[in-house]
């Protein structure tokens, strides 16, 4: 069974190993524990180039093919709901998982104390 958390009427789906504290437009912060489902990428270096005999590279994620059946399950079961995920994953899968922004005052502490938004996200 995924787990699926409600906030404001909002669906979320955490595809990461953790627990996602968010907070809310008003300010309350809500656990989003993970789903139990992960998606995963591996990382892909292409050439960019070279100086000096130091080569430069590109890296790209790629979706692994589990991640991709997981991603079609969580949309179909839960459609419209918001898929949450590493900064990777959401890489590997361009406007289909999110990742997260932290709240201002947020972006440089532990990850037990972080607060990211509930209403904005970072896509690709």
Not at 9 to 19: A, D, E, K, L, W
Not at 76 to 96: D, E, H, K, N, W
Not at 99 to 114: C, D, L, N, S, T
């Amino acid at each position: 069974m995924i787990k699926v958390v409600e906030i404001k009427g909002r669906r979320f789906v955490n595809t990461t190993p953790h627990q996602i504290n968010l907070r809310d437009e008003d300010g309350v912060d809500h656990v989003v524990p993970p789903s139990g489902v992960l998606i995963n990428a591996r990382a892909v270096e292409e050439p960019a180039g070279e100086r000096d005999g130091v080569q430069f590279v590109r890296t790209r994620f790629v979706a692994d093919e589990e991640s991709v059946r997981v991603l079609d399950e969580i949309e179909a079961l839960y459609p419209g709901a918001f898929v949450v995920g590493s900064i990777i994953a959401a890489q590997a899968f361009p406007g289909r998982v999110l990742a997260m922004i932290p709240v201002p005052g947020f972006e440089r502490v532990p990850p037990a104390e972080k607060r990211m938004r509930a209403d904005k996200f970072t896509v690709f």
